[in-house]
Nanobody, 115 residues
Framework: QVQLVESGGGLVQAGGSLRLSCAAS????????MGWYRQASGKQRELVAS???????NYADSVKGRFTISRDNAKNIVYLQMNGLEPEDTAVYYC?????????WGQGTQVTVSS
């Protein structure tokens, strides 16, 4: 069974920062492109950042310059450093492989940015 456990979310004021963590199971984690997705209430899930096994990153235009994705293959963890948070970033954040995601989603972690 695939296990994905997200953590690090919370309530923050606009302009603040958070660092999300995703702990993933599996011995092939280091070979997989991983991504952070988010889903705002009533909205479609979207991919906001991804990182390949070799460290190549991609970002959605909406977060470019503010978010940084990274990974620690030895620990099977992918991180999302979020700076300059905006109310529009409010969503439940999930990790999964990218761009073709697995149906085995974790519980996600809530990020709420107040005005």
């Amino acid at each position: 069974q695939v296990q994905l456990v997200e953590s690090g979310g919370g309530l923050v004021q606009a302009g603040g920062s958070l660092r999300l963590s995703c702990a993933a199971s599996g011995s092939i984690f280091r070979l997989i492109t991983m991504g952070w997705y988010r889903q705002a209430s009533g909205k479609q899930r979207e991919l906001v950042a991804s990182i390949t096994s070799t460290g190549t990153t991609n970002y959605a235009d909406s977060v470019k310059g503010r978010f940084t994705i990274s990974r620690d293959n030895a620990k099977n963890i992918v991180y999302l450093q979020m700076n300059g948070l905006e109310p529009e970033d409010t969503a439940v954040y999930y990790c999964n492989k990218a761009p073709r995601f697995s149906l085995y989603w974790g519980q996600g972690t809530q990020v709420t940015v107040s005005s």
